[in-house]
């Protein structure tokens, strides 16, 4: 992996359910890893900041894990709810004090 | 109120202009950075700086310029802007470059 990558692309969800989702990254040299979320017509909101292999955030519903060694991080969602419809975004330092964003996943939860 | 302030928010322009975006953070951060996203494109980074007087070059300098004489302002210059910096733009800050971003709100900039 040479690039922060995230899959899918986008993904559509029924109310209720749960899902989850990737992001990659080189595992060499790793520094930190960020998980935004990205509403329509907003700017990008910090989830979680991850710094440790084995490292696990929550926050309410929203939850992601770290594996630094293999370089991937998963983001949970859980019972999901139309509120929670928006892009995630994950970044990592390719170059230190250079965050590199993957494209986003994009997520439309179905009333 | 802790925030980023982005100006303009919207903004149309004619090829060759010089123009400034301005970035600004009241929450004494050290670490600023520009981001540019495009359809289909992740957020790719312009320029950042890790404090007064101190910038570097992100993914996607050319054609863009910033300075930091103030730890609170970060302006980002584009001395003959072009069709293909027709973007959206954002400003963020954080305290160090491993922790959470503040983003501002955008700028949506189109060159004609």
Request: net charge neutral.
């Amino acid at each position: 992996i040479l690039n922060v990558e995230q899959s899918p692309q986008s993904l559509h969800v029924q109310e209720g359910d749960s899902t989850n989702f990737t992001c990659s990254f080189p595992s060499s040299n790793f520094y930190a890893l960020h998980w935004y979320r990205w509403e329509t017509a907003k700017s990008p909101e910090a989830l979680f900041v991850m710094t440790l292999n084995g490292d696990e955030k929550k926050k309410g519903r929203i939850s992601a894990t770290l594996n630094t060694k293999e370089g991937y991080s998963y983001l949970y969602i859980k019972g999901s709810q139309p509120e929670d419809s928006a892009t995630y975004l994950c970044a990592s330092f390719l170059v230190r004090y250079k965050l590199s964003f993957g494209a986003g996943t994009t997520v439309t939860v179905r009333a | 109120e802790a925030q980023v302030t982005q100006n303009p928010r919207y903004l149309i322009t004619v090829t060759g202009k010089k123009l400034t975006v301005t970035c600004s953070q009241n929450m004494n951060h050290e670490y600023m950075s520009w981001y540019r996203q495009d359809p289909g494109l992740g957020l790719r980074q312009i320029y950042y700086s890790m404090n007064v007087e101190v910038t570097d070059k992100g993914d996607v300098p050319e054609g863009y310029k910033v300075s930091r004489k103030e730890k609170r302002n970060f302006p980002l210059i584009l001395e003959s802007p072009s069709p293909n910096q027709t973007s959206l733009y954002f400003c963020a800050s954080s305290d160090r470059d491993n922790t959470e971003a503040f983003f501002g709100q955008g700028t949506r900039l189109t060159v004609v």
